[in-house]
């Protein structure tokens, strides 16, 4: 009898840890590559968020006013004017020794910062999983959040 080479897998050993292996696989290789942030005055509101992070607004692109991030992500800045503008949560992992910086332009540009997202400890920071945070409204009412550590999720 001829010996039939077999192949490395057989169908019972590939259903029983494919789905394992091709979620890790494709959580690698997909993105955040940009996303649409609604501001009444998109130069203002992106300029904004640059003068506080220490970043550069970039050239605009049709709508679009764009800022990015370290990580490749965009913030796509573009108005809406005609209709209430939704607060979103956007939250910013930045170097432990910039945060102070961060701070110290919050407060030249009189804007208040709070410990909490919910806006109840005005002036303070938080000192969460090791590091230090902080919320801020942005010029359109979107809730920023700058941290040193990110979050420990279970
Ligand atoms: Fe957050």
Not at 91 to 115: C, N, Q, S
């Amino acid at each position: 009898m001829q010996n039939t080479p077999q192949p490395a897998h057989t169908p019972s050993t590939e259903s029983a840890s494919e789905p394992e292996a091709k979620s890790a696989s494709v959580t690698s290789v997909i993105q955040l590559n940009h996303t649409a942030v609604y501001a009444a005055d998109r130069r203002r509101s992106a300029e904004f968020l640059a003068d506080v992070l220490g970043l550069e607004v970039g050239a605009p692109f049709g709508p679009f006013l764009p800022v990015d991030l370290g990580n490749g992500v965009t913030l796509d800045y573009c108005e809406k004017r005609d209709e209430p503008i939704q607060s979103q949560h956007y939250a910013f992992l930045v170097p432990e020794e910039r945060f102070d910086g961060m701070i110290d332009r919050l407060e030249a540009l009189g804007v208040t910062y709070y410990a909490d997202p919910h806006h109840t400890e005005p002036g303070r920071v938080n000192g969460w999983f090791g590091g230090r945070g902080a919320y801020f409204e942005d010029p359109s009412g979107h809730n920023m959040e700058i941290m040193t550590r990110p979050y420990v999720r279970p």
